[in-house]
């Protein structure tokens, strides 16, 4: 209860605040994702998280806490990389079927070094069993260029609006590299 009366006063207090979509913009995807392992002090689930931009608008994003706990940072990393990748996947045929052809890979940013190194290595062996699929998955799309994974560093990673709670400090730079701007500023 106490979560939801933080929400009902940010949204109380910040009624002009909406994306911004810019009209000339490239039209590369991007997305970020992120997660927070063992995030939840009661149950230890994890969070996941991703968002995706075209070109500098935020067109899509998502938060999920998972049914089960997690035994590795590094495997709850790896779903959300799959997630996000599901997800460019579906954004890039849905532009193609609009008539907007993608020429360059889209671009998958997550803080994570290990599992951008699960995903870059073509070996599996026994710690990586578990998550075998979403390894495949996202393999095969790298393989047949859809996708690159890059790294950035936690400072950068927009997703931790989606799986973390933020301090105002942190919150208000987030949600301006996000796109959100404030119809009702004077600014």
Same mark, same amino acid.
């Given at each position: ?12 207090? /910040? !009624? ?5 979509? *810019? *009209? ?16 939840? !002090? $009661? #149950?230890?689930? +994890? ?20 049914? #089960?706990?997690?035994?590795? *940072? &590094? ?8 997630? &996000? ?9 849905? $532009? ?8 360059? *890979? ?12 699960? /995903?870059?290595?073509?070996?599996? @062996?026994?710690? #990586?069993? @578990?998550?075998?699929?979403?390894? @495949? ?8 260029? $859809? ?5 950035? +560093?936690?400072? @950068? ?7 973390? !709670? ?6 208000? !730079? ?14």
């Amino acid at each position: 209860m106490e979560a939801a009366l933080w929400v009902v006063r940010y949204l109380k207090g /910040a !009624p002009g605040q909406g994306l911004f979509f *810019s *009209s000339n913009s490239d039209f590369r995807l991007k997305a970020y994702c992120d997660s927070n392992w063992t995030g939840c !002090p $009661l #149950t230890m689930r +994890s969070t996941t998280g991703y968002c995706v931009f075209l070109g500098r608008s935020l067109i899509s994003w998502r938060s999920k806490r998972h049914k #089960t706990v997690s035994l590795s *940072s &590094a495997e709850v990393e790896y779903r959300a990389m799959t997630r &996000a990748c599901c997800e460019l996947t579906w954004l890039h045929y849905l $532009l193609r079927d609009l008539g907007l052809t993608h020429h360059e *890979s889209a671009l998958l940013f997550c803080d994570n070094k290990v599992a951008l190194h699960v /995903a870059s290595n073509l070996v599996f @062996h026994e710690r #990586t069993r @578990h998550i075998e699929m979403d390894c @495949h998955y996202i393999k095969e799309k790298i393989q047949d260029g $859809l996708v690159i994974t890059r790294y950035v +560093s936690s400072a @950068h990673q927009l997703a931790d609006i989606l799986t973390k !709670p933020l301090g105002k400090e942190n919150f208000v !730079p987030m949600i301006c590299k996000l796109g959100v701007h404030d119809i009702h500023s004077l600014t």
